[in-house]
Antibody
Framework: QVQLVQSGAEVKKPGASVRVSCKAS??????IHWIRQAPGQGLEWMGW????????NYAQNFQGRVTMTSDTSINTFYMELSRLRPDDTAIYFC???????????WGRGALVTVSS | QSALTQPRSVSGSPGQSVTISCTGT?????????VSWYQQHPGTAPKLMIS???KRPSGVSDRFSGSKSGDTASLTISGLQADDEADYYC???????????FGGGTKLTVL
């Protein structure tokens, strides 16, 4: 059965980094996308990673601050965001893409709170 | 690139139909047949309702339909039910430096 299990909530101070994990089960070989949602706000696409070769594509807004990686040996994906700001407070979702922009399975989300 | 433009809210009574629009540009919505729609209930992850402008994934009710004209895509929900009350987001491929764009979301209220 397909599942994406994400790591738990995090509280970070401004300027710090956070790494969110997303363990996939029941499948291999699909692109994984990261999408975030600030409290009461809409969805914002952050980027994707190709698990076959580790190639990534990041949204312009996050370039230089985000790093997406994967560990194929344990079918786990990671999203690290650095130089955190209070407006990075959001739920961070990982999602499986089966075609282009079609996300058929999502993780439950990981809340990252950035506060001094 | 800016987010796609959706109405902030729409409403309808049970049994009625509603349409949610999603306006972009000829570089995103108008340029590709890659528009998806997602339904999100409070506290849950989004659920794919429509892909490739008009395709319904397996298990999605045929009360949901999608279309596109020029730079505007639309999601129509017919025979409104109480459980349809949720936030709806459009998503489009857009090329460029940010190739995937979401709309700002539309809150559907079933009266």
């Amino acid at each position: 059965q397909v599942q994406l299990v994400q790591s738990g909530a995090e509280v970070k101070k401004p300027g710090a980094s956070v790494r969110v994990s997303c363990k996939a089960s029941g499948f291999t070989g699909y692109f994984i996308h990261w999408i975030r949602q600030a409290p009461g706000q809409g969805l914002e696409w952050m980027g994707w990673i190709n698990p076959y070769n580790g190639v990534t594509n990041y949204a312009q807004n996050f370039q230089g601050r985000v790093t997406m990686t994967s560990d194929t040996s344990i079918n786990t994906f990671y999203m690290e965001l650095s130089r955190l700001r209070p407006d990075d407070t959001a739920i961070y979702f990982c999602a499986r893409s089966y075609s282009n922009i079609d996300y058929d399975y999502w993780g439950r989300g990981a809340l990252v709170t950035v506060s001094s | 690139q800016s987010a796609l433009t959706q109405p902030r809210s729409v409403s309808g009574s049970p049994g009625q139909s509603v349409t949610i629009s999603c306006t972009g540009t000829n570089s995103d919505v108008g340029g590709y047949n890659y528009v998806s729609w997602y339904q999100q209930h409070p506290g849950t992850a989004p659920k794919l309702m429509i892909s490739d402008v008009h395709k319904r994934p397996s298990g999605v009710s045929d009360r949901f339909s999608g279309s596109k004209s020029g730079d505007t895509a639309s999601l129509t929900i017919s025979g409104l039910q109480a459980d349809d009350e949720a936030d709806y987001y459009c998503c489009s491929y857009g090329g460029g430096n940010t190739p995937i764009l979401f709309g700002g979301g539309t809150k559907l209220t079933v009266l």
